[in-house]
Each structure stands twice: as structure tokens, then as C-alpha cells.
Nanobody
Framework: QVPLVESGGGLAQAGGSLRLSCAASGRTLYNYAMGWFRQAPGKEREFVAAISWGGGNTYYADAVKGRFTISRGSAKNTVYLQMNSLKVEDTAVYYC?????????????????WGQGTQVTVSS
């Protein structure tokens, strides 16, 4: 098991920024592919961003490209999602996910471990 805990969600105004964190207590995330997904009310969970082992490769959904940045912390047990230029349509519950697969996935089924989610609400 990989216990993932997200934090950093909250309320932001359109155009503002938030930084989400995903941490695994007592475990390094360095050798896991990591992803962020989100689920808005009444919609299916969707891919947001992913990062490979060691952080060498990153992937983004078109809707967030150029605004969001996924990165790994120096402590190797934390992954971040920096969200800039937030839009109302970014409002959702954001989930962190991890998997030991070498190839980074963009599908829900590509990830074995999931956090409980953190709410992000963007107001106009």
C-alpha cells in the first residue's frame, strides 16, 4: 500500500494560484510514476498531469497545459501541482495517484494507488 495524502486545496479567485501537495508518509515516491486527476461535480474523473520516475518527463492535459506544473519535491516523498491562471472550470476535487509502472499513464486504470482528494474551488 502507498498511503497518499493531498493538501493545499481551497478557494481561489479566477486568475489566481494554488499549489497542491501529495505526500506519502514514510515512503519515497521517487520510484513511482505520479499523476494528478480531477473530478468536477457531475463529470467523470479526468487526467490533469503526470510525472515519470525521477521527474524526467512530464505530461499535461490540453486544458491545463501552460498553466499547471507538476514537479517532485527534493525530499522525494512529495509531488506538487502548481496551478496558475486558475479558471472557474478548474473547480473540482483533485486526486493524486501513484503506480510502479515505468511508463507514465494518463488513464485512471494506469494507477494503482490513490489519495482521498482535495477540493479546489475557483470563483469568478
Amino acid at each position: 500500500q502507498v498511503p497518499l495524502v493531498e493538501s493545499g486545496g481551497g478557494l481561489a479567485q479566477a486568475g489566481g494560484s494554488l499549489r497542491l501537495s501529495c505526500a506519502a508518509s514514510g515512503r519515497t515516491l521517487y520510484n513511482y510514476a505520479m499523476g494528478w486527476f480531477r473530478q468536477a461535480p457531475g463529470k467523470e474523473r479526468e487526467f490533469v498531469a503526470a510525472i515519470s520516475w525521477g521527474g524526467g518527463n512530464t505530461y499535461y492535459a490540453d486544458a491545463v497545459k501552460g498553466r499547471f506544473t507538476i514537479s517532485r519535491g527534493s525530499a522525494k516523498n512529495t509531488v506538487y501541482l502548481q496551478m496558475n491562471s486558475l479558471k472557474v472550470e478548474d473547480t473540482a476535487v483533485y486526486y493524486c495517484a501513484a503506480d510502479r509502472a515505468v511508463r507514465v499513464g494518463v488513464r485512471i486504470q494506469d494507477y494503482e494507488y490513490w489519495g482521498q482528494g482535495t477540493q479546489v474551488t475557483v470563483s469568478s
